[in-house]
């Protein structure tokens, strides 16, 4: 029988897996599966928010190094330079020292 998603996130990375067994082009196989892990991410963060735990969440970490290992291979591909992404990342936290009280 098959698992039914929980969530229209959960259902989409479903749909997505069954799609990825057909894929041909890794490049495709790259995106989706960043999309996939991106996905999870939010979920974890979702239940972090709703319960609380936010230090010490295993879960949490597993998916942030999921994210992370996609983007390595976004980079390993050529499909990113950590290079623009550090111009990125400073002026992003410029923003955000505009916008929010976080920096």
């Known amino acids: 029988m098959k698992k039914q998603p929980s969530n229209w996130i959960?259902?989409?990375?479903?749909?997505?897996?069954?799609k990825r067994h057909q894929m041909k082009d890794p490049l495709q196989e790259l995106m989706t599966i960043t999309m996939e892990e991106c996905g999870?991410?939010?979920?974890?963060c979702s239940k972090?928010?709703?319960c609380g735990n936010y230090y010490d969440n295993t879960e949490?970490?597993?998916?942030?190094?999921?994210v992370y290992t996609m983007l390595e291979l976004m980079?390993?591909?050529d499909?990113?330079?950590f290079n623009d992404v550090d111009i990125?990342?400073?002026r992003k936290k410029e923003k955000l020292k505009k916008w929010s009280n976080l920096l």
Not at 40 to 44: R, T
Not at 60 to 66: K, Q
């Open 10 to 18: 959960e259902g989409m990375a479903m749909e997505l897996k069954e």
């Open 40 to 44: 999870e991410l939010i979920q974890q």
């Open 48 to 50: 972090a928010i709703r």
């Open 60 to 66: 949490l970490l597993e998916e942030v190094a999921d």
């Open 75 to 77: 980079h390993e591909y």
């Open 79 to 81: 499909l990113i330079s």
């Open 88 to 90: 990125l990342v400073e």
